[in-house]
């Protein structure tokens, strides 16, 4: 199994600022993906990470305000832009291989609190 | 929206006993797989059935799926209070590798 970690763990930020959230996998892999976990919520996905082209957006979700990076096969990053209380959640990066039987891991995940 | 519903929403059990969590998803799949998540932590893999699977075991785990009801179940035998936790299904739809999550159950095993 793939071992995924993410920096930062935690964060408390101010309204109208940007983090920038990082997501390393121990091996190469085809498939990333970032999900986002509101408060007391399921998990909806925000995007798939493509390596070396622009990342698939879901509904509701739009590159401005969720840039994405996927430089190589064990590296993502998901910038949650111009912050607001409402994006308060716990970010989540996965990853799976190249087969639709493949199990999907994920990270430990970035708890953010917007002030 | 796509996402899958579990029931019960919550379940409080004694230790000892068993705990059974249903699933339902919308469309066809590849494969269904459950997780576990401990308050509000990283999710951690339980096990991944195939959409031509019926029934597959994994220690004190027993998760069934049902195509023609588009259904899944995860049965805990013998229940710890270890196992206090959110579960959550997750589909892997027909021709897509993202996965959609169900809407989670919040397990409480009292000791």
């Known amino acids: 199994s793939a071992v995924i970690s993410q920096k930062p763990s935690r964060d408390i930020c101010q309204r109208g600022t940007s983090l920038t959230i990082q997501c390393q996998v121990d091996?190469?892999?085809?498939?990333m993906f970032w999900y986002r976990q509101q408060p007391g919520q399921s998990l909806t996905l925000i995007a798939t990470?493509?390596?070396?082209?622009?990342?698939?957006?879901e509904s509701g979700f739009v590159i401005d305000k969720f840039p994405i990076s996927r430089p190589n096969l064990t590296f993502s990053t998901l910038t949650v832009s111009n912050m607001s209380p409402e994006d308060s959640s716990i970010y989540l990066c996965?990853?799976?291989?190249?087969?639709?039987?493949?199990?999907?891991?994920f990270g430990p995940g970035t708890r953010l609190t917007v002030l | 929206s796509q996402q899958g519903e579990e029931d019960p929403q919550a379940l409080s059990i004694q230790e000892g006993e068993n705990a059974t969590m249903n699933c339902s998803y919308k469309?066809?799949?590849?494969?269904l797989q459950w997780y576990r998540q401990n308050s509000g932590r990283g999710l951690v893999h339980l096990i991944l059935?195939?959409?031509?699977?019926r029934e597959k075991h994994s220690g004190r785990l027993r998760v069934t799926l049902d195509t023609s009801k588009k259904s899944s179940s995860l049965l805990i035998t013998a229940s710890r209070a270890a196992d206090t936790a959110s579960y959550f299904c997750a589909s892997s739809y027909t021709g897509r590798r993202a996965l959609t999550f169900g809407s989670g159950t919040r397990l409480q095993v009292q000791p």
């Open positions: 996965s990853v799976a291989g190249t087969s639709t039987t493949d199990t999907q891991y």
């Open positions: 091996s190469q892999v085809t498939m």
């Open positions: 990470a493509n390596q070396g082209s622009e990342a698939t957006y």
């Open positions: 469309t066809s799949i590849n494969n």
């Open positions: 059935i195939r959409s031509n699977e």
